[in-house]
């Protein structure tokens, strides 16, 4: 018999932003249409398997204050069972279509490898009725390869060719997994992939290593039928003291390198952007730039702090300037917003799992609607249009189209002495922002 942990919880409903119903949503309405898109098809909301199914309020200062009822079974396997039980509940009663997971978050790591995989087939088999029987999918698997201390050097790139042999088998198990779970995407995050320090790292090195880990695994998920995408998620630090995968542009570097730009894109997270002094939006930029938009996890970092705290996205401003970026990029490819964070550890009731991802959800949905209102009922697009119209046609389009020698540059440049000048209008394009909503 399956366990009801949420007896008092009923399903989340979209009542509306007069709405005082914390357990409600005000603005995230799954079925209207932004942009000729649901709201459901444009965000495939996820639920974080290691927060919210796992996470347990501990912290290097103190002990668990997180005593959630289905992590409290001793039988490994039927804690697993439930934990499952508990996620598929939440889900369900959130109208959430997906979940993220690594592989020790479905089930406790056993003594070997060898018993590790047999435990996560074990729960596979049990998660595959769950999601026969609601519909629930999984957005992206991964695998932990930083928490065993076998880990401690690295993962792939350890300077110790066993550890690497293991870590690629647990990739292997995590893979396999994922896509007998019908994962429509699969995700690297190189939290072990760097150093603590130069002098004793041979950086070119490891990241040869890396770079032809990712193309076996390229040609095995080929030779598997696997469709998804692969996904690397930057971040600059923590727990290493400088990770491989810093930020998009340097993993997308990465991948150019190593002839790998045409089978992976990026999943952004807010908080890793800012830890790596940037804005979410910039990365988001970026990687649109490039076309490996992937997708997103959504949360926020905490200004007074310098490491990855994973709250709940509830910034407006930011979600509406990063929401511009989606809208103008077209969208993600193949990847939603998963929800990688978790309540703070003396947030100790169930219902704050449930309100903190209502808010992030709505926070999401606002952001997208006041984006469509700017870019459709605002100046803002035309004024972005016009800052650049030099270049749409005569000698402005010309060079864009690199049609101008470097003669010809100085020759046109070195007769504009009397260059009017052109306001950036900052103030006016963050009034539009401000009001749009």
Not at 98 to 118: N, R, V
Not at 405 to 412: G, N, T, V
Request: hydrophobic fraction near 40%; include cysteine; glycine fraction near 8%.
């Amino acid at each position: 018999m399956e366990n009801n942990y949420f007896k008092n919880i009923q399903k989340i409903k979209f009542e509306g932003k007069e709405s005082d119903n914390s357990l409600a949503y005000k603005y995230y309405d799954a079925d209207q249409q932004v942009m000729g898109k649901s709201m459901r098809d444009h965000f495939k909301f996820a639920m974080a398997y290691w927060h919210s199914m796992n996470d347990n309020g501990a912290d290097p200062f103190g002990r668990i204050t997180n005593l959630y009822p289905w992590n409290q079974e001793t039988d490994v396997l039927q804690q697993a069972k439930n934990r499952a039980d508990a996620a598929f509940e939440f889900l369900q009663k959130m109208d959430f279509d997906y979940f993220c997971f690594h592989d020790i978050d479905l089930i406790a790591e056993g003594d070997s490898l060898a018993d590790t995989e047999k435990r996560v087939a074990q729960i596979v088999d049990y998660i595959k009725g769950k999601q026969k029987q609601t519909g629930i999918k999984v957005l992206w698997g991964t695998a932990n390869c930083f928490s065993n201390p076998v880990y401690m050097n690295g993962a792939i790139t350890n300077p110790d060719f066993r550890v690497a042999s293991r870590a690629a088998a647990q990739i292997k198990i995590a893979f396999d997994a994922s896509v007998e779970l019908g994962a429509e995407n699969y995700v690297f995050w190189g939290g072990r992939e760097g150093y603590l320090s130069l002098l004793n790292t041979d950086m070119k090195r490891e990241l040869d290593h890396l770079g032809v880990f990712f193309n076996k695994m390229v040609d095995y998920a080929k030779e598997q039928g696997f469709k998804g995408n692969f996904f690397i998620e930057p971040k600059p630090a923590e727990p290493t003291k400088h990770q491989y995968d810093f930020d998009s542009a340097t993993v997308i570097g990465f991948l150019n390198q190593y002839g790998l730009q045409d089978h992976f894109k990026l999943n952004i997270e807010v908080n890793h952007a800012t830890l790596a002094q940037h804005t979410f939006e910039h990365e988001l930029q970026v990687a649109a730039n490039a076309g490996m938009l992937g997708s997103i996890d959504a949360n926020r970092g905490d200004n007074q702090n310098g490491w990855d705290t994973d709250q709940f996205s509830i910034n407006l401003y930011e979600t509406i300037e990063a929401m511009l970026v989606f809208l103008r990029s077209g969208g993600l490819q193949g990847g939603g917003i998963n929800f990688d964070a978790k309540v703070r550890r003396n947030s100790t009731d169930l219902e704050d799992l449930f309100i903190a991802h209502i808010q992030g959800a709505d926070t999401f949905a606002r952001g997208l609607m006041a984006a469509e209102h700017i870019l459709t009922n605002t100046a803002y697009s035309d004024m972005f249009k016009q800052r650049y119209q030099s270049y749409d046609s005569g000698q402005g389009k010309a060079f864009e189209k690199g049609e101008l020698s470097i003669a010809e540059l100085y020759k046109i440049g070195l007769n504009q002495d009397e260059i009017a000048h052109s306001s950036g209008k900052q103030e006016l394009y963050e009034s539009i922002l401000a009001n749009s909503f």
